[in-house]
C-alpha cells in the first residue's frame, strides 16, 4: 500500500467507492489526511465500514473545507453533464484528482527518479502494458502493475529508485492526474470511443495527449493520423522516439514483416525479436503491442543508463497473454475456442477478426457502442455463422442481414451451445468459435471479465473439451 503522506493533516472527499476508491480512502487515511468518503451505492458505503474507513454524505457536507476531491474514474467531468461532486468541487474552488494524482505527488515527494511507464491508447493498452511488466520481470527487475488494469495503483509497493511501476491508464484516469509525468509516456491509437464522456474525438484525443506531452521520453505509434500529429507536437518540446507497424522508421521501431526492429537515423538496424509461432501475440494489433512494449522498455532502460541488453526473444516468446484478450482457452476435437471478452467495441473486435483467416463462429452483442459493427464489414466474408447476444441483437441482426449467417441466440450459454454445435459440424480444419462481443456488458453481466469467466465456464462444460489453463 501507497501511503498518501502529501495531504497528512488535510481534510480530503472521496467520491465512488469501488476497488480503486477504497484504496485511495485508505491510502488517505493511513497517510493522515482527514478522510470523508461516500458513494451513493449502500453496498459500497458498507464495504468501506468494514474497512474503517470515514464516510460522510458528501451532499450535505461543507465543501469549502475540503483540500481536495478524488474522484473514481467513472464519474463524469464534462460530459454528457458534470457530476454533481464536480459542480460541488468547482464552486467551493475545491481540486478535483484521481487515485493515480496520488502516487504521482507521493513519487515526485519521495522517489521522483523512480521508473513510471504509463501507457494509454483506445485499444491494445492492456495486452502492451501486462508485456512491458513481463519483459521487465523476465530481466529480473521488480516490477509494479497497476492502474486500470489488474490492482488499483495505491495497493501497489511504493515508488524506489530501482522498481518499475507500469501503469495502465484509461482517458477517464488521465483527465484527473493534472500532474502525470511518467519516466516513459507511452500512446498507441485513438479511434472513436467514449464519445459520451469527452464530447468529440478531438476532446477524447487531446485527453489521451498529456501522457505524452508531461513525460520525460515519449514513445508514440504514428499508424494514425492523431498519434503522427501528438508525435509532431512532442518533438518540438522534448525527446520521443516514433513505432510503427505498418511502415518502416529510420530512427524508430518498426515491425518488419514479424520482426521487431530498431533503426537509427543512418538506417542502422538491430533486429530485436521475432513474434513468428506466439499464439499470444497473434495478429497484426499485437504486433503494435509488442513494437509498443519492446520500444518502452527499451527507451526507458537507456533513459535510466542501464544495459538494453535483454533476452528480447525469450520475453517474447514466454509471454503468456491476457485473460480474456484473444484468449485460446480450449479444444474440442478440430474447433478452437477463443474468448476475447475484453473486444468492447468495433475497433478491437476488428483486430481478432483479422487474427484469423475464416471460419469463424462469431459470439456478437451486449450494450452496443456508437456505430454498431458497420465497420466490421470488409471481415464479413470470414465469418461462418454469428450468434448474437444482449441488447444489441435487433441492431446486428440488421446489420448483418443477407451478408452473414446469423442466429438471435439472446443468451451467451445459448449461443455457446449452438456455437459449438455448429463448429463441430463444419468442414473446416480449423473452426474458431470466438466471443468477441464489440459491445460493453453491462446489459448482461457486471463487467467484461465476468462475461469472460462465464463464456470459460460454458466451454469447459463441454463434453471433451480439453481446457488450457488461464494466464
Not at 459542480?87 to 519521495?110: L, M, N, P, Q, Y
Not at 452496443?368 to 459493427?373: H, L, T, V, Y
Amino acid at each position: 500500500m501507497i501511503r498518501a503522506t502529501s495531504f497528512q493533516g488535510k481534510s480530503v472527499a472521496v467520491f465512488g467507492l469501488g476497488a480503486s476508491g477504497l484504496a485511495a480512502a485508505e491510502s488517505l487515511r493511513d497517510g493522515g489526511a482527514i478522510v470523508s468518503a461516500w458513494d451513493d451505492g449502500v453496498a459500497a458505503r458498507d464495504a468501506a465500514i468494514a474497512r474503517d474507513i470515514p464516510l460522510a454524505d458528501l451532499r450535505v457536507a461543507d465543501w469549502s473545507a475540503f483540500a481536495a476531491v478524488v474522484l473514481a474514474p467513472g464519474v463524469p467531468l464534462t460530459h454528457p453533464e458534470p457530476h454533481w461532486t464536480v459542480a460541488k468541487a468547482r464552486a467551493s474552488g475545491v481540486e478535483i484528482i484521481g487515485d493515480i494524482e496520488i502516487f504521482t505527488r507521493e513519487r515526485a515527494e519521495h522517489a521522483p527518479g523512480a521508473p513510471f511507464i504509463a501507457i494509454t491508447g483506445t485499444n491494445g493498452k492492456s495486452t502492451t502494458t501486462a508485456l512491458v511488466s513481463h519483459i521487465l520481470r523476465h530481466a529480473g527487475l521488480d516490477v509494479q502493475m497497476g492502474g486500470n488494469i489488474g490492482r488499483p495503483i495505491l495497493t501497489l509497493d511504493p515508488p524506489e529508485p530501482g522498481r518499475f511501476h507500469v501503469i495502465e491508464m484509461s482517458s477517464f484516469q488521465i483527465d484527473l492526474t493534472p500532474t502525470l509525468a511518467p519516466t516513459l509516456g507511452v500512446m498507441l491509437n485513438v479511434t472513436a470511443d467514449h464519445i459520451d464522456r469527452h464530447g468529440t474525438i478531438e476532446n477524447y484525443a487531446a485527453v489521451k495527449e498529456r501522457i505524452v506531452q508531461g513525460a520525460e521520453i515519449a514513445a508514440v505509434c504514428i499508424d494514425d493520423d492523431y498519434g503522427l500529429a501528438m508525435l509532431r507536437r512532442r518533438i518540438a518540446v522534448g525527446p520521443a522516439v516514433a513505432f510503427s507497424a505498418k511502415k518502416s522508421l529510420a530512427p524508430g521501431y518498426s515491425l518488419l514483416e514479424d520482426t521487431i526492429v530498431c533503426s537509427n537515423r543512418e538506417g542502422l538496424a538491430v533486429k530485436l525479436g521475432s513474434l513468428t509461432g506466439i499464439p499470444t501475440l497473434r495478429g497484426r494489433h499485437n504486433g503494435q503491442n509488442a513494437l509498443a512494449a519492446v520500444a518502452a522498455v527499451r527507451e526507458c532502460l537507456n533513459a535510466l543508463g542501464r544495459s538494453t541488453d535483454l533476452d528480447w526473444q525469450g520475453a517474447l516468446s514466454s509471454f503468456p497473454g491476457l485473460p480474456h484478450r484473444l484468449e485460446e482457452i480450449g479444444r474440442l476435437g478440430k474447433a478452437l475456442f477463443v474468448n476475447d471478452s475484453k473486444a468492447t467495441n468495433a475497433d478491437s473486435t476488428e483486430k481478432a477478426l483479422g487474427s484469423f483467416q475464416g471460419d469463424i463462429y462469431w459470439i456478437v452483442g451486449g450494450k452496443p457502442k456508437a456505430g454498431g459493427i458497420e465497420s466490421l464489414a470488409p471481415y464479413f466474408n470470414r465469418i461462418s455463422k454469428a450468434y448474437l447476444i444482449g441488447e444489441a441483437a435487433d441492431e446486428f441482426a440488421r446489420t448483418l442481414e443477407g451478408k452473414v449467417d446469423f442466429l438471435r441466440s439472446g443468451t451467451l450459454d445459448e449461443a455457446v451451445w449452438a456455437a459449438s454445435s455448429d463448429a463441430q459440424a463444419s468442414d473446416a480444419a480449423e473452426p474458431v468459435v470466438m466471443l468477441s462481443p464489440a459491445c460493453a456488458s453491462y446489459d448482461q453481466f457486471r463487467n467484461f471479465e465476468v462475461r469472460g469467466e462465464i463464456f470459460r465456464g460454458l466451454v469447459a462444460s463441454l463434453p471433451g473439451i480439453v481446457m488450457r489453463a488461464s494466464p
